[in-house]
């Protein structure tokens, strides 16, 4: 955060040349509810880790959703009604949270009162797990990399400390 604006998110929508083109959402289902409208900074800022890494909606843009598995986001399907109840119930209870079990694939109030389950790709389930993003899938080959470092090297020495 800077200021009163989030880095990235804000910067990316000012100087998207794209968005020049967009009109506002006449579509019930784009038009952001009120409550989502204006965020306080602080409130956003009180998330910690643990409180920001599940989004759940009825769908999802594919970029948008693409890309929260590379930030070690988990984009949750559910269907309107369901996400509709939860909005309902965070509004109603301070307090409300949620229990997500990644590995049961699974979404439930504290209370048993509500249980969901999600789909999720076993590839991506894997990473999400393991902490794992595109770096560090590659890291774990790194014992690899460096013996085909090693013998390229070898079999090309005039390409050493050319990079």
């Avoid at 970029?63 to 986001?73: H, P, R, V």
């Avoid at 694939?105 to 009162?113: E, F």
Wanted: charged letters at 25%.
């Amino acid at each position: 955060p800077m200021g009163n604006r989030i880095y990235g998110c804000d910067d990316c929508l000012a100087a998207c040349p794209w968005n020049k083109f967009a009109q506002s959402a006449r579509e019930a289902k784009l038009v952001a509810r009120e409550e989502l409208k204006d965020p306080k900074l602080a409130d956003l800022i009180a998330l910690d880790d643990a409180g920001f890494r599940i989004v759940i909606a009825p769908s999802f843009a594919d970029i948008f959703f693409n890309n929260c598995f590379k930030n070690g986001l988990l984009p949750i399907v559910l269907s309107e009604e369901d996400v509709e109840m939860l909005f309902q119930k965070v509004a109603g209870q301070a307090g409300f949270e949620l229990k997500v079990d990644l590995s049961a694939q699974t979404v439930s109030t504290l209370d048993g009162s509500f249980q969901r389950t999600f789909d999720v790709e076993p590839f991506r389930k894997h990473c999400l797990i393991n902490g794992l993003d595109d770096i560090g899938l590659t890291l774990q080959h790194s014992d690899a990399i460096h013996t085909f470092e090693e013998r390229h090297i070898s079999r090309f020495p005039w390409l050493a400390n050319t990079i």
